[in-house]
């Protein structure tokens, strides 16, 4: 089954208002990346993170590792904001390491 | 900072055809890795490679080799391009096998004609 769970798949915003984006893993992990990919399909780092929280701007993410989960609050959204949301969970041993994805949370941010 | 350059941006390939993609970076990272995007999913991981000359298999290897010929460049081959293969092709690197950030290539497009 799908290892990391992102919701919602999908969300129209409008502009100026709040939200949050979560992403559910079955993975026993100790960090988490949240990224932006942008109409063209460049990836954008957003959050590198550890247990606990980051803020960047009107971006702000958590991590909670004894419960699996993660979240992304935007606020005051922006059209620029748009684009799709993905999460994504290391999975890491001595012999192996990989970002495992989640499906991703395609934003639109409307006037 | 620094930057992963993928080339070409856009590739069109005959069915069976084998297809090389490109990948360069200047951070100096020791691991890499290739990462297939098909629309509108997340990304599987195809190869990745600890160092020069090393690779080591993802989730999707079959139909594919790679090559890191040296610490900043890492190749992937399409060896026998299949209709269902097009997707966005996503080049990354990373200061170590794990525990680091990731950073990812703007991609290369694959259309299969």
């Known amino acids: 089954g799908d290892q990391v769970k992102q919701s919602p798949s999908a969300l129209s915003l409008q502009e100026g208002t709040n939200s949050a984006l979560r992403c559910n893993f079955s993975i026993a992990t100790t960090t988490v990346q949240w990224f932006l990919q942008n109409p063209r399909g460049s990836l954008m780092n957003l959050f590198y993170l550890v247990p606990g929280t980051k803020e960047n701007g009107r971006l702000k993410s958590t991590f909670n590792s004894k419960e699996s989960y993660s979240t992304l609050h935007i606020r005051d959204a922006q059209l620029e904001d748009s684009g799709t949301y993905f999460c994504a969970v290391l999975r890491a041993s001595s012999s192996f390491s990989k970002l495992v994805f989640g499906q991703g949370t395609s934003l639109s941010v409307v006037p | 900072g620094g930057i992963i350059t993928q080339t070409p941006k856009f590739l069109i390939g005959q069915e069976g055809q084998k297809l090389t993609l490109k990948c360069q970076q200047n951070?100096?990272?020791?691991?890499m890795y290739w990462y297939r995007q098909d629309s509108g999913k997340g990304l599987r991981l195809i190869y990745y490679?600890?160092?020069?000359?090393?690779?080591q298999k993802g989730d999707l290897s079959e139909g594919y080799d790679a090559s890191r010929e040296k610490k900043s460049s890492f190749s992937l081959t399409v060896t026998s391009a299949q209709k269902n293969e097009m997707a966005v092709f996503l080049c990354?690197?990373?200061?170590?096998?794990?525990?680091?950030?990731?950073?990812f290539g703007k991609g290369t497009r694959l259309t299969v004609v």
């Open positions: 951070f100096n990272h020791d691991t």
């Open positions: 490679s600890i160092t020069e000359n090393d690779l």
């Open positions: 990354a690197s990373s200061q170590g096998l794990g525990y680091t950030e990731v950073f």
